[in-house]
């Protein structure tokens, strides 16, 4: 019988292990890494740390679940998903061809990187804001700048220069952590002379006015991509299901770089069944949208300052009380909210910009969250 592996064996074979290490390439081994947000595994927590959307999906969702898993599993998916792609062609009015459906919209970015954006080549991203871009730019060996912004989110004296002569500009509308959005004018500004330009809609349902495919009408939709992800709006961050809308020969192009079955039976069955029930997601996304307002007025009682949001979150501060001790505070009555911090921020990239991304939950968690802010502030 072999014997069983553990931590001993390593640590008695340190010679060994950092051979290992150094078989990595050199842009993995200097890599951080993304961190995502606490995911604890026991119950009790008041969870509004990860932006989940705190309602259950639509019950079609369960059925078609239910109902594919019944299917012939051994069969390989429909690698073109081909079902959902006609779905989301008439909700976004535009042909199925500009579809690409994904294992989540971060695969989509995973794609998008390895389609167009060679070692070396610059992207640019604003900051503060997703993170992920440059660590996705880190693993393809690309380079990455920040598109600087102002104390209230707008763009800062540069950003257009910076995204003009980039290979690929990331641009989440709405913004995370702000929750604020960007005009369409001020977006075309910072379409790149040579390159795609990619406005991640994640939270683009809980907009006021969600885009439907229009911006991609406009002079410069053959260099746009826009993603999206069914885990906010849809309550199916479990599934991992997104999609890219872009110009038939764009998708054409990222289809040769994607895995070959990226979509699994299930996934794809989930899908279909929640972006079919519209008034369900509508339902839950107008419930979402009444309680951010009331939570943003009880923050603004407590003292914190609240910035206008279009997603189904709050980015705020407070002048008084340091954002990480809130956060500590927060969570030993388990309650997780995102603490965040982000260095070298601003337009003179010297500043540190801190504070809490709290998710918009059900009412019950957003009135414990509200006690217990009235305790601590």
Known sequence: MMPRLNETYFENDMNNNQHITSLFRPDVQRLTGYIPGEQPQESGWTKLNTNENPYPPSPNVVNAICKAATSPLNKYPDPLVKHFRELASELFQVDPDWILPGNGSDEILTILLRSFVDAG?????????????????????????????NTDWSFAPGAKQIARRSKMVFVPNPNSPSGNCWSDEELHSLIPEKGIFVLDEAYGDFRDSPHRGEFLQSEFGKQ???????????????????????????????RKVKDSYNCNSLSIAAACAA????????????????????????LSEFGFDVMPSQANFLWCTHQEKPHSELFEQLKQRKILVRYMKFEQAGPELNQTVDGLRITIGTDEQIDTLINALKEMV
């Open 224 to 254: 746009t991509v826009i993603t999206r992800t069914l885990s906010k709006s849809y309550s199916l961050a479990g599934i991992r299901f997104g999609f890219a809308i872009a110009h038939p020969d764009i998708i054409t192009g990222m």
């Open 275 to 298: 972006i079919s029930d519209q008034p369900w997601m509508q339902k839950n996304k107008e419930a979402i949208c009444k309680t951010r307002t009331r939570l943003a007025k009880s």
């Open 121 to 149: 080549e610059s992207i640019a991203f604003p900051y503060p804001s997703y993170i992920l871009y440059g660590t996705l730019a880190e693993i393809q060996g690309a380079k990455y700048e920040h598109l600087p912004l």
